[in-house]
């Protein structure tokens, strides 16, 4: 089966997240930012659906938007955010700002007149029907102890937030 | 053009994966359509059921036993003015009944009604449910934020809060029954809504009954899970009357309101599909096992059309029962139709050519019917939860039954 306008949804895609990615600096109110960021990581996670990678993007969407966002805008909801919307927003860094600004529009142009050459014409077809499964053999089989000792940090980080948080257990 | 229509009618895949745009479409506004006559059928059943278990008759008075209710209600909710609070955030609260809704009804595309009747078969189909759902709490919180009101506020912290920790037990309950799809020669499981069910058929169990009582705990900490999820009592602090006034959604009004109540059903629907999918065996008829063979196979498949004949039958009696007076005249007309449009509908099952295709849809939906029900039995049982209670039933309770299930199937994997 072709695949079904697939530039076209690459571009629609790529604009949905960079221009939610500006809003999320741009927009005053934390909430909208929040709000802004969501569809960004939506907009991340249809790319990688586009790559053949169904699980990666399932996973973005229950963890990013579904699970981490959701804890932001708790948080966000419990802050005052009339006293945040005075605020200065920006820091009139504009010389540096300038600076960045034109080392990222040269690595792009150079990405785009040297790219026919680094990246391959086609993209090698990746099997979608066993994303999943690929994805488990690399994480259970390769990086078994990488994995491991990953979720052995996160529970002193859990450890440690509660230590933090209570004064007495 | 015709045999781009009847090139699909012979497969016996999805459309999704046939890549027929037009049958996936009819698909589409077919789930939609049959979605909106269960949610319509749910919200009168619903009323009329808790009624009678507290021993009240509820709706009685716009059509026979107020049938014609939930169209009054809807009527109602469409003509009535649409509220916009002064100080609400106009973008937010505009968006919010939004994307509950359409999270609520994405996430059907997988749901497999039969080995050929879903839109498109996914290979993260289980995930692709869990993850669409998951962002219904967004909505919530959009919602009671954006109101810019107190009652609001505190439901949408609540509800997050609760939806938040009860999706993580309901990912445990679900881990366990997807490690039992892997139990065959090749070792190798499977995500996709309908490889689960066939899973099932191939091993010849539907995963309830799988490594007694490993596979019942999975499901009751599903079942669990699943009330929480969607804000049903007993689980419905989110709207707790007598504290919040009605929770995250107290400042919408009229159609935005119908929106949210949408959502709230077919988001039960949703997930009592997953459960049915992953522990009921999906689209399976009952006892595939113990009374299998030809005659068993044509018995069961007589069961739909006798069951709207049932049906049928209960509505003339109930006919027949009507007060005789010139008053309820309109109204016998009435139930008396309404009865031979069930009988039809009933006879209309029994021809060869749609039982064979109804068979599979029947049963899924009897048993998506039977998980209703039980949502309504529990609305009609259960006093309501205090929050601290329902932190800890979620945290120290469904979390670490769920480790264990996990642990203990995966061990009875390889042993057994």
Redesign the interface.
Known sequence: ?APVATTFFFYFLSALTVLSGVAVIMRK?P??SA?AL?LALLGQAGLYLMLYA??V???Q??LY???I???F??VI??VNIEKSQKEEQFNKQWLVGLGAALALGLLFVLVYVKGRALFPDRAILLP??S???QVAILLYGNYMFAFEIASLLLLVAIIGAVVMAKKRI | MLDYITSYLKSDTTPGQA?NLLWAFIYIVLIFLGLSVAVIAMNWLERKILAHMQVRLGPMRVGPHGLLQPIADALKLLIKEDIMPAEA?PF?FW?APLIVVITAFTVFIVVPFGPAHAVTD???GV??M???S??S??GV??A??ASNSHYP?MG??RS??Q??SY?IAMGLAVISAVLMTSLNREG?GT?SMIGIVQAQQAQHVWFIFKFFPLGLIAFFIFAVAMVAETNRAPFDLPEAESELTAGFHTEYSGFRWSLFFLAEYSAMIAVSSIAVTLWLGGWMRPFPNALSGETWDRVFSLIPGLSFLFLAAMTFYSTARMPKHSYFRVQTIGLAGFGVVLALIGLVLFLPPVRDRIQDIFWFSAKVATSMYMYIWYRGTFPRYRFDQLMTVGWKVLLPMGIGVLILTAIAGVLL
Request: aromatic share 6%; proline share 2%.
């Open positions: 089966m109110n909430v909208h709000l969501i169904p699980f993007a399932g996973v969407i229950i938007a579904g699970g966002m959701v804890l805008l708790f909801m419990l979608e029907q994303n999943t499964q | 890549g955030d937010v968006m996914m290979n993260i995930l692709f869990l993850g669409v998951s962002l709490v967004l919180v959009m009671g934020w506020l949408a912290l997050s809060a939806m938040v999706e190798v995500l």
